[in-house]
């Protein structure tokens, strides 16, 4: 596996790689992809094989023009719209898909989801290698990668290259909404929220997710207020102990000692992190996450740590 930089000539090695049908994990302003020829049926399922995913499990097309939307993807007068507001930006929408397609991309629907990433070395690479199918670049299940270090650590050798773009900006996967059904559904929230979403297409659907973001510890989320009591309560009973919390919350310094701690310093610094903090406290016994208003990307945080708890 190579670690390529974010430079014109590694994005050509890239691209050239792409096009042999190879697997290449790239930046967004989410978190990482592992990318591949989205229409190329045999890189696909090569993609599918290294992250162990279920077969009937779609993949996200991304795309760095409208032309290539127009290639795979019906385009509907609220997709236009959508289009307009939010794309290039944090939101995969789920269309009517065109033959072009390949089956195993749409998890043998007749629908695909596609989606512009703001992140201009993810842009670059797709002009240069044309539409890329990308899931984020972990292991069916886990905890999605926001630098290449961890992608490194995820996949190793099993895939082709990793182009290093630094942290990502915004932490949490895109906002998901199928504009296939009526009314539209979030199937994923994310930094675009359910109320940019509804001042679109008005109101939506938000469906629970299950599945994702595995840990080894017990998830805790709790009022700023109750983490020291239930963190000492922990580390009493002899558990290995870790917390996400806001910088404003002063830790007494005994317990800065036995607690593993990751700080944010507002909600959007904690999306940055949210992953990060999932896999750096992941594997100890007892992991407290902050809770924060369920507004704006607050909801996309809850909504994930809700699911982390409940796997
Ligand atoms: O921010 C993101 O969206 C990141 C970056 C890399 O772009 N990608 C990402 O991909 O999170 P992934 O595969 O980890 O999550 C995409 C979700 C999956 O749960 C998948 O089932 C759903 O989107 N999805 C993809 N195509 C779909 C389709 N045609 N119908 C329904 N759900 C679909
Ligand atoms: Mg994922």
């Given at each position: 596996?190579?670690?390529?930089?974010?430079?014109?000539?590694?994005?050509?090695?890239?691209?050239k790689?792409?096009?042999?049908?190879?697997?290449?994990?790239?930046?967004?302003?989410?978190?990482?992809?592992?990318?591949?020829?989205g229409?190329?049926?045999?890189?696909?399922?090569?993609?599918?094989?290294?992250?162990?995913?279920?077969?009937?499990k779609?993949?996200?097309?991304?795309?760095?023009?409208?032309?290539?939307?127009?290639?795979?993807?019906?385009?509907?007068?609220?997709?236009?719209?959508?289009?307009?507001?939010?794309f290039?930006?944090?939101?995969?929408?789920?269309?009517?898909?065109?033959?072009?397609?390949?089956?195993?991309?749409?998890?043998?629907?007749?629908?695909?989801?596609?989606?512009?990433?703001?992140?201009?070395?993810a842009?670059?690479?797709?002009?240069?290698?044309?539409?890329?199918?990308?899931?984020?670049?972990?292991?069916?299940?886990?905890?999605?990668?926001?630098?290449?270090?961890?992608?490194?650590?995820?996949?190793?050798?099993?895939?082709?290259?990793?182009?290093?773009?630094?942290?990502?900006?915004?932490?949490?996967?895109?906002?998901?909404?199928?504009?296939?059904?009526?009314?539209?559904?979030?199937?994923?929230?994310?930094?675009?929220?359910?109320?940019?979403?509804?001042?679109?297409?008005?109101?939506?659907?938000?469906?629970?997710?299950?599945?994702?973001?595995?840990?080894?510890?017990?998830?805790?989320?709790?009022?700023?207020?109750?983490?020291?009591?239930?963190?000492?309560?922990?580390?009493?009973?002899?558990?290995?102990?870790g917390?996400?919390?806001?910088?404003?919350?002063?830790?007494?310094?005994?317990?800065?000692?036995?607690?593993?701690?990751?700080?944010?310093?507002?909600?959007?610094?904690?999306?940055?992190?949210?992953?990060?903090?999932?896999?750096?406290?992941?594997?100890?016994?007892?992991?407290?996450?902050?809770?924060?208003?369920?507004?704006?990307?607050?909801?996309?945080?809850?909504?994930?740590?809700?699911?982390?708890?409940s796997?």
């Open positions: 596996m190579k670690v390529l930089g974010t430079d014109e000539e590694s994005l050509r090695e890239a691209a790689i792409i096009k042999k049908g190879g697997l290449v994990a790239f930046p967004t302003e989410t978190v990482y992809g592992l990318g591949c020829d229409l190329n049926e045999k890189a696909v399922k090569r993609l599918f094989e290294v992250k162990k995913r279920p077969a009937n779609p993949v996200t097309l991304h795309v760095s023009s409208i032309s290539q939307i127009k290639k795979v993807a019906e385009i509907n007068d609220v997709a236009k719209k959508l289009i307009d507001l939010f290039p930006g944090p939101l995969t929408i789920i269309l009517k898909k065109k033959d072009v397609v390949p089956p195993i991309t749409a998890g043998g629907s007749d629908r695909v989801a596609v989606r512009m990433p703001a992140c201009d070395v842009l670059k690479l797709i002009d240069l290698s044309g539409i890329l199918a990308a899931p984020s670049a972990n292991k069916s299940g886990g905890i999605s990668p926001t630098s290449a270090k961890e992608v490194a650590e995820e996949f190793g050798s099993e895939i082709d290259a990793i182009i290093d773009g630094g942290e990502t900006k915004i932490g949490i996967e895109s906002t998901i909404l199928d504009l296939t059904v009526k009314p539209a559904k979030i199937l994923r929230t994310g930094a675009i929220s359910v109320e940019e979403i509804e001042s679109v297409v008005g109101e939506v659907e938000v469906v629970e997710r299950k599945g994702h973001y595995r840990m080894k510890a017990e998830v805790v989320i709790a009022e700023p207020e109750e983490i020291l009591k239930i963190a000492k309560v922990e580390v009493l009973k002899g558990k290995k102990v917390m996400c919390v806001s910088n404003k919350l002063s830790i007494p310094e005994e317990l800065t000692k036995k607690v593993e701690v990751v700080t944010f310093r507002d909600v959007k610094d904690y999306s940055k992190k949210l992953f990060y903090a999932m896999r750096k406290l992941g594997n100890l016994d007892t992991v407290i996450f902050q809770k924060v208003e369920e507004k704006g990307v607050g909801k996309a945080i809850m909504d994930r740590l809700r699911e982390s708890s796997v």
